[in-house]
Nanobody, 121 residues
Framework: QVQLVESGGGLVQAGGSLRLSCAASGRTFSIINMAWFRQAPGKAREFVAIISSTGDSTRYADSVKDRFTISRDNAKNAVYLQMNSLNPEDSAVYYC??????????????WGQGTQVTVSS
């Protein structure tokens, strides 16, 4: 069982940056892939980024590539999402997810409660 708690969301102007954090509980954290998804109002939840269990490999959605960076600290049971050059289209609730497939960037069974990111123009 893995419990996830996100933090770091907020309101930022276009072009600004935010860093999201996801704190995880559970002894299996270091052996599972971790990912970020997001959901904007009226839209389906979409993949943002995923990082392998060791942190050696990452994948990104095309819409955030070169602007967002996913990282993890297994010693702290935490995963992060550094978001730079934000634009209004990035506004959404961001969810931390655990246990998905790295190859297919699919969702795992564990979700956080989400953190709101709002980018003003």
């Amino acid at each position: 069982q893995v419990q996830l708690v996100e933090s770091g969301g907020g309101l930022v102007q276009a072009g600004g940056s935010l860093r999201l954090s996801c704190a995880a509980s559970g002894r299996t954290f270091s052996i599972i892939n971790m990912a970020w998804f997001r959901q904007a109002p009226g839209k389906a939840r979409e993949f943002v980024a995923i990082i392998s269990s060791t942190g050696d490999s990452t994948r990104y959605a095309d819409s955030v590539k070169d602007r967002f960076t996913i990282s993890r600290d297994n010693a702290k049971n935490a995963v992060y999402l550094q978001m730079n050059s934000l634009n209004p289209e990035d506004s959404a609730v961001y969810y931390c997810n655990a246990g998905g497939s790295f190859s297919y960037a699919t969702t795992g069974p564990y979700w956080g409660q989400g953190t709101q990111v709002t980018v003003s123009s």
